[in-house]
């Protein structure tokens, strides 16, 4: 019995020590608001952000510049955020945004 206590304290000990470990680290951080990005804070240069309000647009911070491109999907087109480009109107799906 005290080597299943044992053991169940050791686990319950690696399991808090490295708890920020085992959480899985998403592609890119989301931004507080779906909105013009922060390029202050923005690390990867060639992601593309969606514009929760129209579809076809999208920003993205070029090195930098303080302030985000907008940039417009070719005609018939929709930007969607988790493939990084623009699709054709009969590809696109509402995919939930997401915040923090």
């Not at 931004?31 to 929760?52: G, K, L, S, W």
């Not at 647009?57 to 510049?65: L, M, S, T």
């Amino acid at each position: 019995m005290k080597g299943i206590s044992v053991i169940g304290c050791f686990v319950l000990l690696i399991s808090v020590a490295s708890g920020h470990k085992l959480q899985l680290q998403a592609r890119y951080e989301p931004q507080e608001i779906y909105a013009e990005p922060n390029c202050a804070v923005v690390t990867d240069h060639t992601r593309m952000f969606r514009d929760i309000s129209d579809p076809t647009h999208y920003w993205i911070c070029a090195e930098g510049k303080e302030k985000a491109d907008y940039i417009q999907c070719p005609p018939d087109e929709a930007f969607m955020e988790h493939l990084q480009r623009c699709v054709k109107w009969s590809e696109w799906k509402w995919v939930e945004p997401y915040t923090k």
